[in-house]
Structures are given as C-alpha cells and as structure tokens.
C-alpha cells in the first residue's frame, strides 16, 4: 500500500532546492533523510542517505545479497515473497526497534559540519531529533518547517513556513 502512495507523489519546491545546493556544495552537502520515499532522487540529488531506509528496495531477512530495486506492490494476495537462500524478502526499511542505517557516517557528518538544518521534522524522533543538539554551539543550526518542532530551542534559527517557500530564501545564505 505505501509503495502504490508513494509512486502518486511528486517532488515540491523544497527537493529542487536541495537539489540545486547540490549542485553548488558538492560533496559538502551531506543529506540525510528520515523519508523512505525517493523524492529526492526523481528531484535529481546524487546523494541521500535513507536513515530509515528505502520504500522502493527489498532485501532479505536471512542471507547478505545486498537490498535491490523492488516496486512490487503485490496487489493481489499472494505468499510473502522468498529469497533463493529460503529467507524471506523484506521491505529495506528500518521498522521501529531497529536501528536506523549508516549512523557512523551521519555522526561523522555531524562532527564536520559548519551549518546545520533540519527542514520538515517533528524532532521527535530518535537519534535524528538529537542531531542538532550534537553540533549545538559549534555550527549554525537551522530549523525549516511549516509547524514548530519539539526540539526547537535547541536550534539558532527557526524558519517557520512552508518548505517549499522558506527554503529558496535561505538556500542562497548556506555556503
Ligand atoms: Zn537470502
């Protein structure tokens, strides 16, 4: 059912911003995403890291061939899909309880980083809601979104509105 939502979805103003710091920062731009879908990726970003995973990748549960490009939707019932080892093929999702992907890489990101921004997040969420408390004090750290997130006094800028329209005003301010 996700899949069938998400392949509907379209990428808004606020991915083609990204999209075109990308292009400025380089490899200096470090996107993580707590989103499964791949909206950055039709936005024309080369590189996202999916903390919680991909909605659109498979992988399997027991052997280690790596997570592959999977839009079945399995409309009709049918047996849970299986891997040629036997092991049952899973959606490459981090589910609640487990542990979120590539996290060494985002602290070392975290480490480096000069400005910080969160756009869209409830900073509820863990470990991503206390990303910002880890660069606290040493990085510029911006909050853009269309509602007030929890953690938000742990940010130095707060941009309340809508992704879309707040992000082409302050792209231009990140070096
Ligand atoms: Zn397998």
Same mark, same amino acid.
């Given at each position: 059912?996700?899949?069938?939502?998400?392949?509907?979805?379209?990428?808004?103003?606020?991915?083609?911003?990204?999209?075109?710091?990308?292009?400025?920062?380089?490899?200096?731009? %470090?996107?993580?995403?707590?989103?499964?879908? =791949?909206?950055?990726?039709? !936005?024309?970003?080369? &590189?996202? *890291?999916? +903390?919680?995973?991909?909605?659109?990748?498979?992988?399997?549960?027991?052997?280690?061939?790596?997570?592959?490009?999977?839009?079945?939707?399995?409309?009709?019932?049918?047996?849970?899909?299986?891997?040629?080892?036997?092991?049952?093929?899973?959606?490459?999702?981090?589910? %609640?309880?487990?542990?979120?992907?590539?996290? =060494?890489?985002?602290?070392? !990101?975290?480490?480096? &980083?000069? *400005?910080? +921004?969160?756009?869209?997040t409830s900073g509820v969420v863990?470990?991503?809601a206390?990303?910002?408390?880890?660069?606290?004090?040493?990085?510029?750290?911006?909050?853009?979104?269309?509602?007030e997130p929890a953690n938000a006094s742990a940010?130095?800028?707060?941009?309340?509105?809508?992704?879309?329209?707040?992000?082409?005003?302050?792209?231009?301010?990140?070096?």
């Amino acid at each position: 059912m996700r899949r069938r939502v998400a392949s509907a979805a379209k990428p808004n103003p606020a991915h083609f911003v990204l999209a075109s710091l990308e292009q400025k920062l380089c490899e200096r731009l %470090f996107l993580c995403t707590q989103n499964v879908d =791949d909206l950055h990726e039709q !936005a024309g970003l080369n &590189c996202v *890291v999916h +903390m919680h995973g991909e909605l659109f990748k498979s992988r399997c549960d027991t052997c280690s061939r790596a997570p592959f490009r999977d839009t079945n939707t399995y409309d009709s019932p049918v047996e849970l899909p299986q891997c040629e080892c036997g092991g049952g093929i899973r959606p490459h999702i981090c589910w %609640f309880g487990e542990v979120p992907f590539e996290l =060494d890489r985002i602290f070392r !990101a975290l480490n480096e &980083c000069t *400005v910080f +921004m969160a756009v869209g997040t409830s900073g509820v969420v863990e470990p991503a809601a206390s990303f910002v408390a880890h660069v606290g004090g040493r990085a510029r750290t911006i909050y853009v979104g269309a509602e007030e997130p929890a953690n938000a006094s742990a940010f130095t800028e707060c941009h309340l509105g809508k992704a879309g329209e707040v992000l082409p005003l302050l792209a231009g301010s990140i070096q």
